[in-house]
């Protein structure tokens, strides 16, 4: 009976295992949310896009690039630049009426803001001063160009600056003085070249409120003429000066003339014996310091 059952078992179950179809194994297909293209080709063609480099214009263009050049137009032919020119409160600083430009090395005189009432612009490599430079800055109250390599100073520059009260040129290579504003108090050109010709006669005649002058260290061969009488400070160390006359300081024809606002006067440094000239000092109410004897 067993035998029988067997061979049963055999004969119906043989035929259908024989006849049932091999199994296919599919390649996996991934589809993108929302969408009918599937992932996996997406894949494929990302990879080989990597595999090979893009071509435009007949030049190379690597990976990197190749979604510059699938953007906008406008954005395709802008050139890279570069942060040479930045605008003067980027480069300086700005606070309050006030621009900082110290040690960054600048050539020129930057385009200053028009409300500029106080300009620091020391120790750069600023060679030469132009009429341009301040000539829109009618603000301007005080200005410091110290430690520079200013050579030259156009005629007229700071003609404009009718509330400048303060001037500093000091640690230069000037040889001459430019022409000042009239309501200088403070001016300061210690440490350059100038040599007497380098003064106009009558430069300091007209700066009534001039109170501190400083030309020590330069090559002066004799005191400038026609200082004002609101001068307080005059520093003239350091220089060649080998004479004074009676009318330098005072007025020969006036005995009783008092130079009341002058408080110091420094000659140390000059080849003159200021013993010499002691009637040159018979209106101030100090002698200046230097060599006597």
Do not use: W
């Amino acid at each position: 009976m067993k035998t029988l059952q067997t061979t049963l078992f055999l004969f119906v179950f043989v035929p259908l295992v024989n006849s049932a179809p091999p199994i296919q194994q599919e390649s996996l297909q991934f589809y993108e949310y929302d969408t009918d293209i599937p992932m996996g080709s997406l894949i494929q063609q990302d990879y080989e896009m990597q595999s090979k480099d893009i071509r435009k214009d007949g030049k190379n263009v690597s990976l990197d690039t190749s979604l510059t050049l699938q953007g906008d137009d406008s954005e395709r032919n802008v050139p890279p630049t570069k942060d040479t020119n930045l605008p003067t409160c980027l480069l300086c600083v700005c606070l309050s009426g006030s621009v900082y430009c110290e040690e960054i090395d600048i050539e020129a005189v930057p385009p200053l803001p028009k409300e500029t009432a106080y300009l620091y612009a020391r120790f750069n490599k600023i060679k030469r001063i132009a009429v341009s430079d301040f000539a829109d800055i009618t603000t301007l109250r005080r200005i410091d160009l110290s430690g520079n390599k200013i050579e030259e100073i156009e005629d007229g520059a700071f003609s404009k600056l009718l509330l400048l009260e303060e001037l500093s040129l000091a640690e230069n290579q000037l040889l001459k003085l430019p022409a000042l504003p009239p309501k200088l108090t403070t001016f300061n050109a210690n440490q350059n070249r100038i040599k007497s010709r380098g003064i106009k006669a009558n430069a300091f005649k007209k700066l009534t409120k001039l109170a501190y002058l400083y030309l020590g260290h330069n090559a002066l061969e004799s005191v400038p003429p026609n200082l004002p009488e609101s001068l307080r400070i005059l520093h003239l160390q350091h220089n060649n000066i080998t004479t004074i006359t009676d009318d330098t300081f005072c007025k020969s024809n006036n005995t009783r003339y008092i130079r009341t606002s002058m408080d110091e006067i420094r000659m140390e440094g000059n080849p003159i014996l200021l013993a010499k000239h002691v009637n040159a000092f018979s209106c101030l109410r100090t002698l200046p310091v230097g060599t006597y004897y």
